[in-house]
């Protein structure tokens, strides 16, 4: 048994390394302690009962409470006047590597002050992929006629790329494409899944880099996505039968994966008539674009081994509907990949897919709430990379990244900057940091659960809204009163916030028979604590914790003995859990 003095309790932790339920109020009073004085209002506990989560996350309320418009920064410059490679702090390092990656190291934090921020993004872009998904899956054995109807293999190749991989970058876009191209692998309705949907993130992180137009085709033509929005095989409408063509990929490929329900101008806004949101399209949009979506199937009928959920789809004939289509104000006919090209040419040069896309991207990547401005910046570069290209990559990518309200430090006091941690996120960061190596290939696994582990997973998302939506706001609370968003809280209840400290602590402290951490650095810090949490607050936290929760956490830690039996492991373990439970920790900004 362990326990940590907070004030006049204690957080005791049993022999398996679970918090119990029964102390939780003890985190939760730690947690007030930990709050940040956003410069408003002080937001505590009292925000748990209107929020409806765990004390730790409330002052995400302060974006909305300290936000005179809701809309946060409106102006400033395209690009901020970064430190150049020479004066580049450690912590404006970290922070840049909070967005670009899935976790700051102190070796990437030294590549960053070197290279500079924009010359880590070229190194980024540079580097090629050291193993697909796909052939991982291969090399590992995973193809075994034993795997033909389960998943097996894909959890372990998913957390793999993300905590170890080289590119991080191209790691960290293509996860932000896979949460907006939502699909997830309890969907996708055929065998070998794990190799169906290894073929489909690779679609994803191959063209990371490269142009928006070239993903729309690869995930048209991708098994995994036809399985899992219900269009593979779609027939053409039959006026024997009555039946008609499905619909889900030509109303999802619009509503989610492009140009949205509504109509926006360049800076994300909605466009108006007599003050209601003007439709993108309607249904007969729909009915006339899935005509065109007829006719795909896989490539061959050999179901004995993957290989044919990594090739395009192909097109037969007899299902195809070859007749007139007409949507979004074209139309096409002869049907067939001609069909096919007309409609997704169509749709990347509507007028929303900048807006659409960039915002979600900016999202992902750096806050909730964008200002119109940010947006009109970064959908600028969308629509014209400087070279007349449309739907490059690396220059929407460059655009996010440098971005003044991204990169200048005064972004850091502006109430409406900033995102809750997505929970992969947090687990990531916490590998990364303290250099977690894998042993086997059974660590970690689905961590979907909001009762025992992170409520979310990357590639099971349950429905093509992924886990959450971007356009979610906690009802009831002042950041829904104050028009801004906050899509992560979907997923965040009094239950998962209790599953993750719970499942964060049993990792910190054990690891899993496959995955154990590397705290060499910390043990040596582990007898001074306010080196130690420097440490911590640097790598892990991006520099973010504030003076009041520093003491309140060195507190805790020096309360622990580090001549008593495990003191010193025991003091790393409590600051690396009371870092990882604080609001300062959760909400990056």
Request: proline share 4%.
């Amino acid at each position: 048994m362990v326990a940590v003095t907070v004030g006049a309790r204690k957080i005791t932790r049993g022999p398996g390394g679970q918090i119990d339920v029964a102390d939780q109020g003890a985190i939760e009073r730690l947690e007030d302690r930990l709050t940040i004085d956003g410069g408003c209002e002080r937001i505590g506990s009292p925000s748990l009962s209107t929020v409806g989560v765990a004390a730790s996350l409330a002052p995400l309320l302060a974006l909305a409470a300290c936000s005179a418009d809701g809309t946060g920064q409106t102006g400033g410059p395209a690009t901020a006047n970064s430190p150049s490679s020479s004066n580049i702090s450690a912590v404006q390092a970290s922070r840049f590597l909070a967005q670009t990656t899935f976790g700051a190291t102190k070796a990437t934090i030294a590549e960053v002050q070197s290279q500079g921020f924009d010359g880590w993004l070229t190194a980024q872009f540079g580097l090629a992929r050291e193993t697909t998904h796909w052939d991982w899956l291969v090399a590992n054995g995973y193809n075994a006629t034993a795997n033909i109807n389960n998943d097996t293999g894909f959890d372990p190749v998913m957390w793999r790329q993300m905590i170890v991989a080289r590119d991080q970058l191209r790691q960290r876009v293509g996860i932000a494409l896979l949460e907006i191209l939502a699909i997830g692998i309890g969907g996708v309705q055929v065998n070998w899944r794990q190799f169906a949907m290894a073929a489909y993130v690779d679609v994803l992180m191959d063209n990371a880099f490269g142009n928006f137009r070239t993903i729309l085709d690869k995930i048209t033509t991708n098994a995994a996505m036809a399985s899992f929005v219900t269009f593979l095989d779609n027939r053409k409408a039959n006026s024997a039968t009555g039946s008609v063509p499905d619909e889900n990929y030509a109303r999802e490929l619009m509503q989610l994966y492009t140009i949205g329900p509504s109509q926006l101008n360049m800076d994300g806004t909605p466009r108006l008539s007599a003050g209601v949101p003007i439709e993108t399209y309607t249904q007969d949009d729909v009915t006339g674009l899935a005509r065109v979506f007829t006719g795909l199937t896989l490539a061959n009928s050999d179901s004995s081994k993957p290989d044919r959920y990594r090739l395009p789809l192909v097109m037969n004939a007899s299902t195809n509907e070859t007749g007139a289509s007409s949507f979004l104000g074209t139309g096409t006919s002869g049907g067939g990949f001609g069909a096919i090209k007309v409609a997704l040419d169509t749709i990347f040069a509507h007028a929303n897919m900048p807006p659409f896309i960039s915002k979600q991207l900016i999202q992902r990547l750096v806050t909730s709430n964008p200002s119109p401005a940010y947006v009109a910046r970064v959908a600028s570069a969308f629509a014209d990379n400087g070279s007349g290209v449309r739907g490059d990559m690396k220059a929407v990518i460059r655009a996010i990244l440098l971005d003044s309200e991204a990169r200048a430090d005064a972004s850091l006091a502006t109430m409406s900057a900033g995102k809750l941690r997505e929970p992969v996120m947090r687990l990531t960061g916490w590998a990364r940091a303290f250099r977690a190596t894998f042993i086997g290939n059974t660590a970690l696994g689905d961590t979907s659960s909001n009762s025992t582990r992170l409520a979310q997973s990357m590639g099971r998302s349950p429905t093509v809204f992924n886990f959450f939506r971007p356009g979610y706001a906690p009802p009831n609370t002042a950041i829904a009163s104050g028009g801004l968003v906050a899509p992560e809280f979907q997923i965040t209840s009094e239950l998962s916030v209790v599953a993750y400290i719970n499942f964060m602590q049993g990792l910190i402290s054990n690891g899993t028979s496959d995955l154990k951490a590397d705290y060499a650095d910390m043990l040596a810090l582990a007898n001074d604590s306010t080196a130690l949490l420097d440490d911590i607050n640097l790598v892990l936290a991006a520099g973010q914790l504030s003076s009041a929760t520093l003491a309140a956490i060195k507190a805790a830690i020096d309360s622990i003995s580090a001549s008593a039996t495990n003191g010193s492991t025991n003091r790393v373990y409590t600051a690396i859990l009371l870092t990882m439970a604080s609001p300062d920790y959760l909400i990056l900004k």
